[in-house]
């Protein structure tokens, strides 16, 4: 759809739960989009459908990329369902393409193995099965802001729908903002997208959207062979599993010391501070509703320097989305700009 399609053929029958669901969840993304998607138009699909006929007795897994709704989905979904019982997760899919190793420019194998080397133990010690898998399908749409906007749930349901004779049910951990009137803000990986990404065979869920990132991490707080084993953190090379100074970091670090955990345990860089959060920039509207969490709970616990700072952070990004949006005297400045570019446009063309 994003490339320009309007029609998917297929020699092979597909599944009718997936045919189903496919042009909801393209709908959605489409209208939620719509800084990106004016030119989109939903495909047609043209296909037999059969259904899977799946063995019985197959695994629940979830994806686990080391983060904190990663690893808060795992200890959840174990604190409720006892080992040997159906629906507890016993498989982790470890992806090498997405977060790390989708940058050709870049060599993330070594992080990615330094990974590997710290949670495939703490999965296998927890009976669960780690399985890695290495893709390129966030190379498919390289654009700014595509990945985590618009793509990155459908990718972790086509990998999820690559294991129907082994899975039954796989967990995509969500964003672990505030719950808002819309569930959560518009996100490629949205709890309302997986379930129509589904088959007969392998059913995607997101579960837990109760609780919020700070509750996420007063979870994790409780394990601190959990908390030490985090990887939040797409800036780390080889060395460290976090860089300890990054948007990420730092937020992930705050939550940790609201909930009584070590802000340094698994980070690198210096202690927390004022300036290390004015130094870092908001990317997004689940960032900012994540922030402005932490500087509640900051301002309650009293720690007003810190919170503070998160209030900036969070105005500095409110001003650059009003900017963005084109409103108030910048924003008419820009929409002027954009119009004389256009016309300038029109008018080389015609000479």
């Given at each position: 759809?994003?490339?320009?399609?309007?029609?998917?053929?297929?020699?092979?029958p597909l599944d009718p739960v997936l045919v189903e669901g496919i042009p909801s969840a393209l709908a959605i993304i489409k209208h939620w989009c719509r800084d990106m998607s004016g030119a989109w138009t939903l495909p047609t699909?043209?296909?037999?459908?059969?259904?899977?006929?799946?063995?019985?007795?197959?695994?629940?897994?979830?994806?686990?990329?080391?983060?904190?709704?990663?690893?808060?989905?795992?200890?959840?979904?174990?604190?409720?369902?006892?080992?040997?019982?159906?629906?507890?997760?016993?498989?982790?899919?470890?992806?090498?393409?997405?977060?790390?190793?989708?940058?050709?420019?870049?060599?993330?194998?070594?992080?990615?193995?330094?990974?590997?080397?710290?949670?495939?133990?703490?999965?296998?010690?927890?009976?669960?099965?780690?399985?890695?898998?290495?893709?390129?399908?966030?190379?498919?749409?390289?654009?700014?802001?595509?990945?985590g906007v618009a793509f990155n749930g459908f990718a972790l349901s086509a990998i999820a729908q690559l294991f129907p004779d082994v899975v039954e049910q796989v967990h995509m951990g969500t964003s672990g903002e505030r719950l808002?009137?819309?569930?959560?803000?518009?996100?490629?990986?949205?709890?309302?997208?997986?379930?129509?990404?589904?088959?007969?065979?392998?059913?995607?869920?997101?579960?837990?959207?109760?609780?919020?990132?700070?509750?996420?991490?007063?979870?994790?707080?409780?394990?601190?062979?959990?908390?030490?084993?985090?990887?939040?953190?797409?800036?780390?090379?080889?060395?460290?599993?976090?860089?300890?100074?990054?948007?990420?970091?730092?937020?992930?670090?705050?939550?940790?010391?609201?909930?009584?955990?070590?802000?340094?345990?698994?980070?690198?860089?210096?202690?927390?501070?004022?300036?290390?959060?004015?130094?870092?920039?908001?990317?997004?509207?689940?960032?900012?509703?994540?922030?402005?969490?932490?500087?509640?709970?900051?301002?309650?616990?009293?720690?007003?320097?810190?919170?503070?700072?998160?209030?900036?952070?969070?105005?500095?990004?409110?001003?650059?989305?009003?900017?963005?949006?084109?409103?108030?005297?910048?924003?008419?400045?820009?929409?002027?700009?954009?119009?004389?570019?256009?016309?300038?446009?029109?008018?080389?063309?015609?000479?």
């Open positions: 759809m994003a490339a320009g399609e309007t029609r998917i053929a297929s020699t092979l699909l043209e296909c037999a459908v059969e259904a899977c006929v799946a063995p019985p007795g197959r695994a629940t897994a979830s994806f686990f990329s080391g983060g904190v709704d990663a690893t808060f989905t795992l200890l959840r979904n174990h604190s409720l369902l006892p080992v040997g019982a159906a629906g507890r997760i016993d498989h982790a899919f470890i992806v090498f393409g997405l977060d790390l190793g989708y940058l050709s420019t870049r060599d993330d194998r070594p992080a990615y193995e330094q990974f590997l080397a710290s949670a495939v133990p703490w999965l296998a010690s927890r009976g669960v099965r780690g399985v890695q898998v290495e893709t390129n399908l966030r190379q498919l749409d390289p654009r700014s802001g595509f990945w808002i009137d819309m569930v959560q803000n518009p996100w490629g990986s949205h709890p309302v997208i997986h379930p129509y990404l589904s088959s007969m065979a392998v059913q995607g869920r997101s579960p837990y959207i109760e609780f919020s990132r700070l509750k996420r991490l007063a979870v994790l707080a409780k394990d601190t062979d959990a908390v030490s084993r985090l990887r939040v953190c797409f800036s780390s090379r080889e060395g460290a599993l976090n860089c300890g100074v990054c948007e990420k970091c730092i937020r992930t670090r705050i939550g940790l010391l609201l909930c009584d955990a070590d802000p340094q345990a698994g980070f690198d860089g210096p202690p927390l501070s004022a300036a290390l959060i004015h130094a870092v920039s908001l990317t997004s509207p689940v960032g900012q509703s994540e922030h402005e969490e932490l500087r509640d709970a900051l301002r309650a616990h009293g720690n007003h320097d810190l919170a503070d700072a998160e209030d900036d952070l969070v105005r500095r990004w409110l001003r650059y989305e009003k900017w963005r949006q084109k409103r108030g005297f910048k924003g008419w400045l820009r929409r002027k700009r954009d119009a004389l570019q256009q016309r300038f446009a029109v008018d080389a063309a015609k000479r």
